[in-house]
């Protein structure tokens, strides 16, 4: 049945569009009131129906034997809706004849690593895991994200479980959601899984060593969590492996999050870590996302390792203990990544698309037809290495950043971050560099009633046959997304994005001259189309 709007049977319960709520493969939603224009429709009746509608979809999977009970874990990071919604997708789940086991705050690599955990204490592993976040969204937001043992859920698998859930919502009854609620309450445990998972970390970390009990010790590294799940990281990993923390900050979780947003691609977020980190005379800075799978770094003398910087860093670390591995990254690195990686490094850069999800299925892929990959990382601070399981965990960047310096400090080497600072030597970045966002109008009379995604392939495809004209420009030989061009000493990228009305526009250049250059040749070949609004493009190439 197709999951359009349902009414309930419930008198009191409000018509919902489930297929709405898909994000990828994400679910996201407005869980709570508090911004203008934004309803809430991610109530508790919706997530009491997601959580029936998986434990249903997880039965299937596994093909699981009617007399055991499958397990599920849930965690959440700091939202003030995180709690309800928890307690919520637990009376789905419990309903369903499934075991729950709530984790309470917790980051989204520690629900896939539950999975994977061998540990009976902690009721590990469980057959299937969900993360309630909505990444560095604003507080009203908020969301799930869902993990078997082979990985995150991917589109269809979403699309799967929202339409099952349309169909458990349009059955509720008062009765049937009283009954879930006895049940639940007797029934869900509750395990401090942080602990355990923070506690791998820093084996980790140890084992790299060479087994020694406090490797950073002596170092001094500030952790910036901006209010959400990555708190632990200081306590529970960076001091037990004998670093100093102090002058640390929004290490406690706050849903507001009154400080910055919790975003490494974020520059209030990236200037208030490089700050404490200079303020501290600290060796390295640390920052995480809401729910800590995305995560960036800060050298003593405040320059940031986030981005195309990050991605060469952990490609230098990755490429050292597998020489000539393929590194899988999204669409909108720089050329300079590329030389670094191939000419410096001696690995191969494969370019392909923008989403951490698309990025690591690729990584996976190239192995399985012969091309090893250890790594496959966006610009947003999404990483996922091969030895991990394929999880894109922030903090396990970080730990391998760590076991960096522990290492160097290990065979003699002191000198604090400056080793992970020379492994960039040699890195060409831009001067200039900039992205507008290019929004197609879906009310436009040029979209005649058609999607958004075909007008702005129209866009493209007409954008790509006026570049071959200009002997000037290049076209990238390979090309995953979007158009790629070459020119001025510099490139453009114009893409759809991948769930919105918007084609952005990545320009690098070595000047704001030659960048505008190649913005006025975008500009040019764009203007006929009157259902994209072109405003940014016009203001920042001069154009009136």
Known sequence: MAASAYTSAVPFLDKVDFLKLQNGSDIRGVAIDGVEGEPVNLTEPVAEAIGAAFAGWLVEKKKADPSKHLRVSIGHDSR????????????????????????????????????????EAA????????????????????????????????????????????????????????????????????????AVYASDLVKAVRKAAGNIEKPLEGFHIVVDAGNGAGGFFAAKVLEPLGAITTGSQFLEPDGMFPNHIPNPEDKTAMKAVTQAVLDSKADLGIIFDTDVDRSAAVDSAGREFNRNRLIALMSAIVL??????????????????????????????????????????????????????????????????????WLDDGAYLMVKILNKLASARASGRNGGSKVL???????????????????????????????????????????????SADPKLQKA????????????????????????????????????????????????????????????????????
């Open 80 to 119: 003030v809706s995180a709690k309800f919604l928890q307690n919520a997708i637990s009376r789905g789940l419990v309903g369903a004849g499934l075991e729950v086991v709530q984790y309470g705050l917790a980051s989204t690599p520690a629900m896939f690593n539950s999975t994977l955990t061998m540990d």
């Open 320 to 389: 050292e203990e597998h020489p000539g591995t393929t590194i899988v990254t999204d669409s909108v690195t720089s050329d300079g990544l590329t030389s670094f990686i191939e000419k410096k490094l001696g690995g191969k850069h494969h370019r392909f698309k923008r989403g951490y999800k698309n990025v690591i299925d690729e990584a996976i892929r190239l192995n399985s037809v012969g091309e090893e990959s250890h790594l496959a990382i966006e610009t947003s601070g999404h990483g996922a290495l091969k030895e991990n399981h």
């Open 123 to 194: 009721f590990c592993p469980v057959d299937g895991s969900i993360m309630i976040t909505a990444s560095h969204l604003p507080f009203n937001r908020n969301g799930f994200k869902f993990f078997t043992n082979a990985g995150g859920l991917g589109k269809a698998d979403i699309k799967d479980i929202l339409e099952r859930a349309a169909d458990v919502y349009n059955q509720f009854t008062e009765e049937s959601l009283m009954n879930t609620e006895g049940k639940a309450l007797k029934s869900i445990k509750k395990v401090d899984y942080m």
């Open 477 to 544: 030989p390979v090309n995953y997304e979007g158009v790629r061009v070459s020119g001025y000493g510099g490139w453009f990228l114009l893409r759809l994005s991948l769930h919105d009305p918007v084609l952005p526009l990545n320009i690098e250049a070595p000047s704001n001259d030659d960048a505008v250059k190649l913005g006025l040749t975008v500009a040019a070949a764009v203007k006929e189309f009157a259902g994209l609004d072109t405003s940014a493009l016009d203001k920042f190439v001069g154009v009136s």
């Open 421 to 467: 600072t020379e492994l960039l030597e040699g890195l060409q970045e831009p001067a200039f560099s900039v992205e507008l966002r290019l929004k197609i109008n879906q009310n436009h009379p040029d979209l005649k009633g058609g999607s958004f995604r075909d007008y702005g392939e129209a866009v493209l495809k007409h954008l790509e046959n006026s570049i």
